[in-house]
């Protein structure tokens, strides 16, 4: 039986906050909570936004992964968070890099983890249907997004090999008996 989505919203909640107490246990002070938001698309499986506190995921990685989700991604985007709070707000311009030492650090004193700056889970969750286009040196696979502003005529894609403007495939059509 699988969670729901608001199951997973408080399972995801939950680690959230075992990361911040760990850290807080670990480093002796206390952070503000981030807002979080499971509304990422793309191939990213999260996102830390610093200015704003923010956490940010993305459900279908995280509904297709969901133990590794939780043990690795949220530890990995809570470990900005906490870097930007102890090393990089309002410290001049020694920037803090997104993956540096001190990221480094925090993951594996704080949360005991290897630090690896990518996921290795599988996007085929992630796959959109296509739509099928071509010019004169080969066959494309255009999203349904970008198949629908051609549609509208709002864009116009052009080959990156031949430079040709894609038109689309006709499908062939099976004659009636």
């Known amino acids: 039986m699988s969670a729901t989505p608001a199951q997973l919203a408080s399972l995801l909640q939950q680690r959230v906050e075992a990361c911040f107490v760990q850290a807080e246990a670990h480093l002796g002070r206390t952070f503000a909570r981030p807002r979080i938001y499971c509304n990422m698309r793309g191939r990213a499986a999260g996102s830390a936004r610093l200015q704003t506190w923010e956490l940010r995921f993305n459900p279908a990685l995280y509904q297709a992964n969901q133990q590794a989700f939780l043990a690795e991604v ?57 739509m099928p286009y071509r010019c004169h040196c080969q066959q494309h696979q255009l999203s349904v997004r970008r198949h629908n502003k051609v549609v509208r005529g709002e864009a116009r894609y052009h080959c990156r090999r031949c430079k040709q403007p894609l038109e689309r495939e006709q499908q062939e059509s099976v004659p009636a008996e």
């Not at 594996?108 to 630090?115: A, I, S």
């Open 74 to 130: 949220v530890p990995h985007e809570v470990a900005h968070l906490l870097v930007y709070a102890l090393w990089g707000e309002g410290r001049g311009k020694a920037r803090v890099l997104p993956h540096g030492t001190q990221w480094q650090s925090m993951m594996r004193q704080v949360f005991g983890l290897e630090p690896r700056t990518t996921h290795s889970f599988d996007l085929a969750v992630l796959a959109q249907p296509t």
